[in-house]
């Protein structure tokens, strides 16, 4: 490609670069400096953009994860090289995982001293190339303005996902009054977003067809903004609704419909409506084996037809009759404009999911005045916060009891991470949604393990008046590690029961947050009000038995509908 030179003021790569920012609309950065971005740092003096100074660089990437995940913009980072661009590596790979749109900037040593094992050098487009959907190393000052575009271009089409930029220190420095055409060309990134309409036509006519449909929706129709159209979808045709753990509020919950989450610790009508279909219209989900724990089995006698932006998907875990490579969005608008003739009766379906769901819903022992039950707190939050609030989770049982027994109401609701499986990952994801809408209600719920991964983040709550809610289910053990020990390893407690830990609330208090700690499961109800009336950050440390278990399960492995603790 021959390059076109425009002329411009002279200015230096990070002016060039702060320029690029700007022209993208960026609300915010988090980042955390270090020498091979002193250049781009000092421009940061004289910015607009407001920078969140975090205390890790793994907090920085999840916080800006979390801006992404619910604002649907891309997620701004800036790093400097060798430690604090690997320590940015677990947050890039989870952003990977969820299609989470971000831009990272990662520093790099001076152009001269690539390749010769200079103070603070990791080969980050190497180490980038598995975990990103792009990646960029700056070579000429002149390509910043382009590469930047370029690069929220690629991280927010298509199947969505971070994009990395190797900016060395002398780039940053370096001079210039021409820049490079900006126009973006990229001839071999063309995601295709309108469906094909023969396609559409197979599957209307296996709709007609059907007697048994259901519908899993997952983290696609989340991304599209795809919830309404969804919804009028399920309701024209009575198609019950299933969600995987990402696609949580793309359908109310309230719903007749709707099924519940399904998948490992999903619903029993969910699970069984996922083994017995004769259609299975998957909108959005690309199958993952905590949903499909065995693809044998897993809707055996339906047609599949899967509707996903990335063809890399398709087929990739089960055989798809009807592929539709499309944006979500686009596909259900073009197929609400189409309408079936004839439909098969799905009375007998219709009442066999019903009588499922009224049958087996989730539930603990409600009655237990002994001790608090995780799962009554949860419940009790969302009715406080009316199911509204923008709900960040860590990763463990706490989540799956989350994804259980919060009413989640709507899109872009839910910040947890469902690939990658991140612990450390809710509580400075829920720092960037606060910041992101510091009018909204934010509640991140974490275990005692995962808590103690990312909580030095504490310490820009204050900061930047950040009016989170953070809710701590103390079990004193890693809980999710612990029940897989206690099911399919004899009980073998293997490090996974925590001897010693720090005083939430006291370590809550030496950031200047307030902090409390639950121990009455009398009071919970009153107790958490309180909490929750506080008119700032708080940390709500609620102490509840290591011996709960995330019920029901299905064993690794087995079937959807080899549930285990069915009630």
């Keep these: 490609m021959i390059k076109v030179e425009k002329e411009t003021t002279t200015k230096s790569g990070a002016e060039l670069l702060i320029d690029a920012l700007n022209a993208q609309d960026v609300e915010m950065i988090f980042g955390y400096p270090g020498g091979a971005v002193l250049p781009l740092y ?6 607009d953009i407001p920078h969140i100074l975090t205390r890790h660089e793994q907090g920085a990437v999840h916080a800006a994860e979390g801006y992404a995940r619910v604002t649907g913009k891309a997620g701004v980072v800036v790093v400097t090289s060798g430690p604090g661009a690997t320590n940015a590596l677990t947050g890039i790979a989870d952003a990977m995982s969820d299609s989470i749109p971000m831009v990272v900037f990662t520093g790099q040593v001076a152009t001269p001293g690539i390749g010769k094992d200079a103070f603070q050098e990791a080969d980050m487009i190497g180490l980038t190339i598995p975990i990103t959907k792009y990646n960029y190393q700056v070579r000429d000052v002149k390509d910043i303005p382009r590469i930047i575009k370029e690069a929220f271009h690629i991280a927010t089409t298509g199947r969505q996902g971070p994009v990395v930029i190797d900016l060395p220190k002398d780039m940053s420095i370096a001079t210039t009054d021409k820049v490079n055409d900006d126009t973006i060309n990229l001839p071999g990134y063309q995601p295709t977003v309108k469906p094909n309409g023969m396609q559409l036509e197979k599957l209307m006519q296996a709709l007609a067809a059907s007697s048994k449909p259901v519908i899993l929706a997952g983290a696609g129709v989340n991304h599209s903004r795809a919830t309404a159209e969804l919804l009028d979808f399920a309701e024209r045709y009575q198609i019950p609704v299933v969600n ?3 696609g949580l509020g793309s359908f109310p919950q309230d719903h007749p419909l709707f099924l519940g989450m399904g998948g490992m610790h999903g619903s029993y009508a969910a699970n069984m409506a996922l083994t017995d279909p004769d259609l299975l219209i998957n909108f959005g989900s690309r199958f993952d ?21 990335d063809p890399a998907e398709i087929g990739k875990v089960l055989p798809t009759k009807i592929p539709i490579v499309a944006d979500i969005k686009e596909t259900l608008t073009q197929l609400l404009e189409m309408t079936v003739t004839e439909e098969a009766d799905k009375t007998h379906w219709y009442k066999l999911n019903m009588t499922r769901k009224e049958r087996h819903p989730f539930t603990y022992n409600r009655d237990s005045k002994a001790e608090i039950k995780p799962q009554k707190v949860i419940e009790i939050i969302g009715k406080i916060t009316d199911g509204n609030a923008l709900v960040a989770t860590d990763v463990g049982q706490h989540q799956m009891w989350v994804a259980q027994f919060y009413p989640f109401r709507h899109d872009h609701q839910i910040m947890t991470s469902g690939g990658l499986g991140t612990m450390g990952f809710g509580f400075p994801a829920a720092i960037g949604a606060q910041l992101a809408y510091p009018e909204r209600t934010v509640v991140a719920f974490v275990g005692d393990g995962g808590f103690q991964m990312t909580n030095q983040e504490l310490a820009i709550l204050n900061d930047y008046n950040i009016n989170l809610k953070t809710v701590i289910l103390n079990n004193g053990s890693l809980g999710m590690v612990r029940q897989w020990q206690e099911k399919f390893h004899n009980e073998r407690f293997s490090h996974s029961i925590f001897q ?7 370590l809550s208090e030496a950031y200047g947050v307030k902090g409390v700690r639950l121990e009455n499961p009398e009071t919970l109800e009153e107790d958490l009000a309180a909490a929750f009336a506080h008119p700032g950050p708080i940390v709500i440390e609620c102490v509840v038995s290591p011996s709960e278990l995330v019920l029901p399960m299905i064993p690794p492995g087995k079937a959807n509908h080899q549930m285990e603790g069915v009630e």
């Design 244 to 246: 995987t753990l990402l």
């Design 42 to 47: 000092d421009a940061f003096y004289d910015c």
């Design 289 to 309: 084996d905590r949903m499909v724990g065995s693809p044998q089995e897993f809707a055996k006698h339906a047609v599949i037809a899967h509707i996903d932006i």
């Design 500 to 506: 010693s830990q720090p005083d939430f609330v006291k």
